[in-house]
Nanobody, 125 residues
C-alpha cells in the first residue's frame, strides 16, 4: 500500500500563489509518474497536471496552462505543483496521485494506482 502526503494548500487571495507538494510516505520505491487532479464544489474531479520521471515530461490542463507548472525532485521523490495567478474558480480539493507502471492516458484517473487524501485550496476574490 502506498500513502501519499500532500501539503501546501490553504486560503489565498485572487492573483496570489501557492505551491503544493506530494511525496510517498514510508519506504522509498520507484514511480512512473505523479499527477494532480482537483474537484471543485459541485464539480467532477478533473485532471490538472502530471509529471513523468523518465525525461521529466509534463502535461498541463488547458484550464491552468500558463499559470500552473509541475516539477519533480527525484532526490526527494517529491512532485510540486506551483500555482500562480490563482482565480476563485481554482478553488477545489487538490488530489495527488501516483502511477507505478507505464500505461497510456496520463490525463485519466485510471492511469494512477494510488491517491492522496486531498488538500483544500481556496481562492478568495
Amino acid at each position: 500500500q502506498v500513502q501519499l502526503v500532500e501539503s501546501g494548500g490553504g486560503l489565498v487571495q485572487a492573483v496570489g500563489s501557492l505551491r503544493l507538494s506530494c511525496a510517498p510516505s514510508g519506504r522509498t520505491f520507484s514511480t512512473y509518474a505523479m499527477g494532480w487532479f482537483r474537484q471543485g464544489p459541485g464539480k467532477e474531479r478533473e485532471f490538472v497536471a502530471t509529471f513523468l520521471w523518465n525525461g521529466g515530461i509534463t502535461d498541463i490542463a488547458d484550464s491552468v496552462k500558463g499559470r500552473f507548472t509541475i516539477s519533480g525532485d527525484s532526490a526527494k521523490n517529491t512532485v510540486y505543483l506551483q500555482m500562480n495567478s490563482l482565480k476563485p474558480e481554482d478553488t477545489a480539493v487538490y488530489y495527488c496521485a501516483v502511477a507505478l507502471i507505464p500505461r497510456a492516458g496520463a490525463r485519466g484517473e485510471y492511469f494512477y494506482d494510488y491517491w492522496g487524501q486531498g488538500t483544500q485550496v481556496t481562492v478568495s476574490s
